[in-house]
């Protein structure tokens, strides 16, 4: 455990009420407050600031590799490419619209920290990652004069990750402003159907990003219309820029989905309203394309400096498909306990076979189930515990965090951490285990 988060524990543990109850007294923004209170952790995470940032350009570099997969291994072929992920032609075909080979760099990189570095889970690529709005929360804390007093005392900082993506829309908006405007008007567009489930954490996010000065505009896909001159509107208004809040998946599962989003792509062709980003991400975040990274398939493709960079970050990971080995399947056999199952294209921990809380016949199915499916086989990752103090009981437990590290085209850009007791299971994700909290990141030095 870092030794902060000790102090942090001892000090509410032993009567600093400010401290125990920073969160729960900390003023938030009205729309924060309704999405994001009740799933709060009593405390925030701490992070070493400069492992994180080394992490963090770690990250940018992989990002790079990552996007050269298809020139390095397929010949610039993004059909091979995609076949190899196991991605449907239809999926596939779907992620290539307005595809021009360099998909923006925004995402979320969610990983573990063993205890002696951070090792990454996933890259979720694109707009639509979650949690760009929770420096709302560390901004409430340090307006808790107790809190504020212990970051001062311990150096704490953050990043505001809904800055510097301001700072990402208003360069990718400008070539189409219109009217003149000093700042652009930017639509927030979920898919049909999609605000209903979202709608909490959209306006959210819409708060924040008022809060750095830009107007978003939400809505869905069958609220957009199109103008004589190709410019894109929302409830009238002409918009400069689509923040896109929808997956390629969530399309494909809309019978009018595909159609629906096709005025947004040749918005963007034309150069009327910018889509960002745009459904390319999805070739990248595709968990698969991470075992390409680490196949020693691929191995001569990588130099020295690139395959320590994959080492260093990423735990050992495998596709399983129909086309696999007996040799990798024997090996994802043997070694349950230290393996875990993820659907490629999956999200919140959802379709996850968890080796370690299988049986061997369980495991057998589960293996099954991924061979068929295309699955990615991963080392498993021990996260370091921290102290918590749950401030209505005083009772100190362990609690561990995948903590989510943000990239924008300007580099690091924050982070924030899922959280669950020790000793809740393996998946760390409020979609697969609803007793997941949310804490906002400071880091020391």
Known sequence: ?????????????????????????AAFPPAFDEAWRRHLLPRPWFVPEAETREFAR???????????LPDRLFDGDAERYAKELGLA?????????????????????????????????????GSEVGGMDMAVCNDGL????????????HGLAHVDTAARLAEDLRERAGAALS????????????????????????????????????????????DVRTRPDGKLTLGGAPLDLVLRNFGARQLLD???????????????????????????????????????????RWATTFDAVERDLVDRVLPWSRTLGRTASPDLLDVCRERREHLIL?????????????????DDDAWREALAIAVDHGYLAQERVVPRPEPVLDPVTGV?????????????????????ARVNRADAGAIVGMSANPDTRMACVFSHP
């Open 179 to 222: 009217g003149g405007g000093a700042e652009p008007v930017i639509g927030l567009v979920e898919g049909n159907g999609g605000i209903g489930p979202y709608g909490t954490l959209m306006r959210a996010f819409q708060e924040a990003m008022a809060a750095q000065g830009l107007e978003l505009r939400i809505g869905e896909l069958g």
């Open 89 to 125: 032609p239809r999926h596939a075909a779907l992620l290539r619209r307005c595809s021009d080979g360099r998909p923006a760099r925004l995402g979320r990189a969610d990983a573990y920290h063993d205890g002696t570095g951070y090792r990454l889970l996933e890259f979720n690529l």
């Open 342 to 358: 993820k659907p490629g294209a999956g999200h919140g921990g959802l379709g996850t076979f968890v080796g370690w809380e299988c």
């Open 142 to 153: 340090l307006r808790v004069g107790e809190f504020a007093a212990f970051a001062a005392a």
């Open 1 to 25: 455990m870092t030794a902060l988060s000790r102090t942090y524990a001892d000090a509410c543990r032993d009567g600093n009420a400010g401290l125990r109850d920073a969160v729960a007294r």
């Open 396 to 416: 100190v437990d362990h609690r561990v965090a995948a903590v989510g590290v943000f990239l924008t085209s300007r580099g690091y850009a924050g982070a924030h």
């Open 254 to 296: 809309d019978p009018a989905g595909p159609e629906a989003a096709e005025h947004l792509f040749r918005a963007h062709e034309a150069g009327r309203t910018v889509l960002y980003t745009s459904l390319e991400s999805g070739l990248y975040a595709h968990k698969n394309a991470l075992a390409l990274l680490s196949d020693p």
């Open 58 to 68: 770690d990250l940018e570099e992989l990002f790079e590799l990552l996007v050269s």
